[in-house]
Each structure stands twice: as structure tokens, then as C-alpha cells.
């Protein structure tokens, strides 16, 4: 079955017409920089022109430039001139980048002796586009980009360009997930060749890669593409190991969700599928995404397929507080039958079970119990949560009248409790 045709008014249009509609979508005259402050022969290329011909640019794109020599040296004039920032993302290679106005614009130096050369080095026919600026403005292809946007296709430029830089390996999947693209058989062949390159890549660019590959609209097809390629080999759990269910239509189980829900569960869910705990670690991920990774899959281990019926109260407490905004994901992994009243539960603020606290907070119950701050104090107040989460506290005049019954059995246990016999080291 051929790929669905990508829809694009520019595409569409006669091929005398595309560059004036391309020049028109990208609108070159609300950059924060005039294309004549650039050298002559620059040129826009990459993911601004893909999105413009497919109708799908936003209004603040980020822009890659081609320029014939001295990128890093026109960056830098740039920023003085305009009051932006310069970054230097490759010296060696003359590549720098200028933030100015919230705009990014990358610029690089021409490789090769002229631009349709330096586009045959790219790495996907489809970001191998480029609109020539300047006074008779050009639409350059020479791999055949525009052919492959119109069939939904993705094809790589060449081989050896994969593999001289391998996160293009999995740029690809994140790129046909976003768009929706099928990736072409020549080139899938490629990836499961060279999927062992990957870990050549440096860690944070894999992890940006991942970071917007499980956002993607078809990032179930991508997960299955990834597993099946085992580009993510050595950082995915083993299979033994592995704490979730199947990775593939998550979408479709979370038709629940709104909208909100879903940008927040199935990212986390994908990522927890597909990383392990030290994978997560070694590619760098931030220590709050780490640690919600961790919590979750901890939680998806236990599930007795019960929808955790089997869990004690506290333990189920504590499943709630843990999880907290992130539930939405485990949810997603019970029963369909429990599905809808958990997430009604969860969305009501006042479920004290789904959105457990103590009715009474630290400062009260030490001003009125004359408790000092500590463990004692945080035990007091998971208890208390505890019997409020479980209908067992009618007031706050209840509540505290169970905090005081804790602590006295509390002081008692621990003047039964046998005295501790000194060491002998």
C-alpha cells in the first residue's frame, strides 16, 4: 500500500510558481534579520523549507542558513548589529548560531564547491531542500526532496551520510513520526545496518532526539520502529525485564484523556517503555525525568491486573502520593473497566485518596500537640492521610483527636520497646 500523499498548497502549485510560494510562506521580510545583511549566495535550507512546502511552518520557525564562507565571522557581526547573542556550535566546521528577537538562526559554511553540492551531503532527500536568497531568489533540489514530500516518503540522501553522523539513524524515525511519513525500504535497510553506530552520537543529542520522537503524533509506529531496528539496544531494558505492556496504539487506549492528559502520560509512558533506569541515566536525561521514569515503572511492576486491588491501604496511599500528576500514565496500563473511574477520581481535586494530604498541616499539629519537627512529625502526617483518604476522619476536631490517640500509642510503643544494648565494635 503506497504512503498517504502529503497535502501542501506549494507543492500542488505549478513548479514556476513554488519558489514565489515558498518565498511567501517563509516570509523573509518579518525575519528579526534582512536576507541582505547575509552574504551574497546564502541560502535557507532544512526543516524551515520541509515545513513551508508542507503548509506546516510556524510563525517563529527556526532557520538554518547556508552561507558560501565565514559563518562564524557573520554571526558574530550579526549579533552586534541586531543586539542578539552568538553561540559557536562547530568552529572547525564554521558553524555558529545567532539568537536574537526569540528567533534562532543557524548558520553554516557551504560544503563543497557550490550549495547543490553541500545538499547532496544532507542527510534525508526531504531536508535537502534549500531556498536560495537574494535578488532572484531559487528553489534548489537535486536529490529529489519534493518528489518524496508529495508521497510521504522518507529517503536517505546516501548511505555514507548516515554514517557520518549516526544520530541521523534515529533523526529519521523522529522525523516520519512527526510528520507522518513512511520510511522507504532502501533506507530502513539502513537503519538496521548501522543501528550498532548510534552510542558514536553524543548522549544529549540522542536524548533531544527521544524527547521529541515520544511527542510525535505517530510516535507508536516510531517506538515499534525502534524496537524492531534496535537502535535503542543498549539502553532499552531487557525483555525479561521489562515492566510495561506493548508499546504499539497507546494512542488509541488513551482516547479517555484530553488533551492536556494525554501531552503530559504518554510521553512519560513511551519513555519508561523504552529506557531503561541507567539508560535514562547514561543518555543524560534531567534527574526529575529520571526520577518520574523510575516511580512509574516501579508502580507498572506491582500491578497485580487487578487495578493494584491487592495493594494494602498504605501501600496504595503511597501510590497515589508518588505518582501524583503523573497517574494519567499508569492509568493508561490498567484495565479498560477501571479506566474511566480512576480517571474521574483522579481529576477531582477533593478525592482524598487520589489527591491524598493530612486535613491538619506541620504548623497546627505543632502548635497544638507541642510536636517538635522531624520524623515523628511526617509520620503524624501520613497517618493522618492515611485515615482521611479512607473516609475515617469527619473533621478536622476528629483528625486531631486522632493525632493526639497516635502519638500517645506511639509513646507507648516505644517505652515497651527493648532497650538498645550497647555495641561492641
Not at 526531504?126 to 531556498?131: K, P, Q
Not at 491486573?305 to 497515589?320: I, M, N, V, Y
Not at 483518604?389 to 476536631?397: M, N, P
Amino acid at each position: 500500500m503506497p504512503p498517504p500523499a502529503a497535502e501542501g498548497p506549494i507543492l500542488e502549485a505549478e513548479p514556476t510558481l513554488q519558489t514565489s510560494l515558498l518565498l511567501k510562506a517563509v516570509a523573509p521580510e518579518q525575519w528579526p534579520v534582512p536576507t541582505t545583511a547575509f552574504p551574497a549566495g546564502s541560502a535557507l535550507v532544512g526543516g524551515a523549507v520541509r515545513d513551508a512546502l508542507l503548509g506546516r511552518l510556524s510563525p517563529t520557525p527556526d532557520l538554518d542558513l547556508i552561507v558560501p564562507d565565514g559563518a562564524l565571522h557573520t554571526a558574530r557581526q550579526l549579533a552586534k548589529s541586531y543586539g542578539g547573542a552568538c553561540v559557536v556550535l562547530d568552529q572547525a566546521r564554521d558553524m555558529a548560531r545567532l539568537v536574537v528577537q526569540g528567533w534562532t538562526i543557524d548558520l553554516a559554511r557551504q560544503e563543497g564547491p557550490n550549495l547543490e553540492a553541500d545538499l547532496q551531503r544532507r542527510d534525508y532527500r526531504i531536508n535537502a531542500i534549500a531556498l536560495e536568497l537574494g535578488s532572484s531568489p531559487r528553489l534548489v533540489d537535486p536529490t529529489g526532496g519534493l518528489a518524496d514530500l508529495k508521497a510521504g516518503l522518507l529517503t536517505a540522501v546516501g548511505e555514507h551520510n548516515l554514517i557520518d553522523d549516526p544520530l541521523r539513524l534515529l533523526r529519521g524515525i523522529r522525523i516520519a513520526a512527526e510528520l507522518g511519513f513512511t520510511i522507504a525500504t532502501s533506507t530502513w535497510s539502513l537503519l538496521q545496518r548501522h543501528s550498532h553506530r548510534l552510542p558514536h552520537a553524543a548522549p544529549e543529542r540522542i536524548q533531544a532526539e527521544l524527547t521529541k520522537l515520544v511527542q510525535a503524533p505517530a510516535a507508536d509506529q516510531a517506538m515499534d520502529q525502534l524496537r524492531s531496528s534496535q537502535l535503542l539496544q543498549p539502553w532499552s531494558m531487557p525483555d525479561a525485564e521489562a515492566a510495561v505492556g506493548p508499546g504499539s496504539q497507546l494512542e488509541q487506549h488513551s482516547s479517555l484523556l484530553t488533551t492536556e492528559e494525554r501531552q503530559l502520560a504518554l510521553p512519560l509512558l513511551r519513555l519508561t517503555q523504552l529506557l531503561s533506569d541507567d539508560g535514562l541515566k547514561q543518555l543524560r536525561f534531567s534527574r526529575r525525568q529520571i526520577h518520574r521514569c523510575c516511580q512509574l515503572r516501579r508502580w507498572l511492576s506491582q500491578d497485580d491486573g487487578q487495578s493494584f486491588a491487592s495493594l494494602t491501604p498504605e501501600e496504595r496511599l503511597r501510590l497515589h502520593s508518588e505518582l501524583a500528576a503523573d497517574l494519567p500514565a499508569l492509568i493508561l496500563q490498567l484495565p479498560q473497566a477501571s479506566q474511566g473511574q480512576w480517571l474521574e477520581r483522579w481529576r477531582n481535586p477533593d478525592d482524598r485518596l487520589f489527591h491524598p494530604r493530612s486535613p491538619l498541616d506541620g504548623n497546627t499539629l505543632q502548635k497544638e500537640l507541642n510536636i517538635a519537627p522531624g520524623p515523628l512529625l511526617g509520620r503524624l502526617l501520613r497517618h493522618l492521610a492515611l485515615e482521611q483518604a479512607f473516609g475515617r476522619l469527619s473533621s478536622q476536631k476528629v483528625a486531631l483527636a486522632t493525632a493526639r490517640a497516635w502519638l500517645q500509642d506511639e509513646g507507648q510503643a516505644s517505652a515497651d520497646a527493648p532497650a538498645s544494648r550497647p555495641r561492641c565494635d
